[in-house]
């Protein structure tokens, strides 16, 4: 038998692969703004792959995290840190509530070039993408 304490708390506490949401630079959880919360590739139940950025140095970080931990973030009292949309799993979430689709559009990526010489004939690239409205009145674009 070892004498040599576990650091890692048993029922999913703490897990080796998980950080603390944490800006490295401010030294602080103060100013985090979540971006996107995604469920980890294992299947783990306690555990979410988030994305954030700090709002006062813009840094960007992405790993797993326990959900309290990111509960904790989302849950501060006091007025939202960004009015941003939030992605969550395959949702996308703006004033607190999902965001609906209003219908679908098929844009054309070929932007004209000038060259000194006549362009040859280019294949015209296309691109389906959703349009996701808020009921207050926010639109977004993704692709479908």
């Given at each position: 038998?070892?004498?040599?304490?576990?650091?890692?708390v048993?029922?999913?506490?703490?897990h080796?692969?998980?950080?603390?949401?944490?800006?490295?630079?401010?030294?602080?959880?103060?100013?985090?703004?979540?971006?996107?919360?995604e469920?980890?590739?294992?299947?783990?139940?306690?555990?979410?792959?988030?994305?954030?950025?700090?709002?006062?140095?813009?840094?960007?970080?992405?790993?797993?995290?326990?959900?309290?931990?990111?509960?904790?973030?989302?849950?501060?009292?006091?007025?939202?840190?960004?009015?941003?949309?939030l992605?969550?799993?395959?949702?996308?979430?703006?004033?607190?509530?999902?965001?609906?689709?209003?219908?679908?559009?098929?844009?054309n990526?070929?932007a004209?070039?000038?060259?000194?010489?006549?362009?040859?004939?280019?294949?015209?690239?296309?691109?389906?993408?959703?349009?996701?409205?808020?009921?207050?009145?926010?639109?977004?674009?993704?692709?479908d």
């Amino acid at each position: 038998m070892s004498t040599i304490s576990n650091r890692f708390v048993p029922g999913g506490a703490h897990h080796p692969y998980s950080q603390r949401l944490w800006c490295t630079q401010c030294h602080t959880d103060r100013f985090l703004i979540v971006e996107s919360i995604e469920a980890p590739e294992g299947g783990e139940r306690d555990h979410v792959r988030v994305s954030y950025t700090c709002g006062e140095c813009e840094f960007f970080y992405e790993h797993a995290a326990g959900v309290p931990q990111v509960a904790a973030i989302l849950n501060r009292p006091g007025p939202p840190r960004s009015l941003g949309v939030l992605q969550f799993g395959g949702e996308y979430i703006h004033c607190g509530e999902p965001m609906h689709v209003a219908g679908s559009e098929l844009r054309n990526a070929y932007a004209a070039m000038k060259t000194e010489r006549e362009p040859e004939a280019l294949l015209d690239v296309y691109l389906r993408t959703r349009v996701l409205r808020c009921n207050c009145g926010f639109q977004m674009e993704i692709p479908d």
